[in-house]
């Protein structure tokens, strides 16, 4: 039984695949950097006040996120009805999170 | 229909054959498959999503304490940081795995495709039995579900984001057995399925990216 097969196509070219696998690996690399720095910058500043602590997290968070989907989910070159059905589920997602948000601002100004 | 009939009486069964799961569908733009996981990890945002927003909730609407400090726990001082740590790059390993599986199938070699496969596979293996260890701990220390809505919330999201990683876990054993057989027969269509539980798998590391600091160190 052989193992390999031929599958030809410009998106299948060698070299293309090996440039993708080199921005892979640095991915990887970025990412558990800034695990270290997310766990770093809690322990680091153990006095930092909540807000700050939180919007540090989630910053590093949104970065590692960005990278997964980006570039591990190719997100960065997909087509535009991939980009259409997140962009409802963004609508969406953002207004969960309004409501307790909003609840919040609500009991903060009575 | 003569053909159709023909095919039947040849192999005793009905073939259904599904179309564009290899090339892009022209209206669009992917093949069958990819829109459908797409589809499926947006209504899995709005799943993860609301337990995010009853996190935000609880956490807010937590009773404050007569020094004025919130009574919700802090991450870091109650759950166990290490093991949780460890696990954040064990799953960020497996996600550069799989898409180096995805890479070595399209140049095909099968081979090195199954060796990327396995490591994902192990790895989601690791995350469970570390995940594992780390709720032995937390039933040393006696927290449970019923202790406070931390350990509530806390129980539902890693509970159910470990039930994930264990549906692609499955799905990864699968490939690298049985389901691999569809690369003697259908090699792009075989790349194509890993591509699209690559993405799932991505989208798990990325449920874990965010519950990660949220849970364990806010």
Redesign the interface.
Known sequence: MTEHVEIHDAHNDPEHIKREVRVYLLVFCSLAVLTGATVAARYVFPDLRMGYAIAIALAIAATKGFLVAGFFMHLLSEKKLIYAVLALTVVFFAFLIWLPLHDIADKMGK | MTSHADAVADHGHHEIEIPFNVT?RPD???YNA??GV??FL?SE??LF??L??SL??LR?GAPTLPNGLSSWPVG?DTLH?LPA?VN??VL??S??T???AW?NL??????MGRIFIAITLLCGFIFMGIKAYEYSLSFEHHHYPSTHNFFAIYFTMTGLHGLHVLGGMIVFAYFLTFGSKM??TE??RF?NRIEVV??YW??V??VW??L???LY??
């Open positions: 892009p669009t733009g992917v990819k829109l797409w589809l947006a945002v709005m999503g609301a995010f927003s935000i909730l807010t870091k940081v740590t954040t790059f960020i390993l996600s550069v799989v898409v180096l890479a399209r140049l095909g070699d099968l081979k690369w003697k090699p792009a790349t690559g993405l991505h989208f590391d990325l990216i965010f990660f600091p949220t160190l806010l």
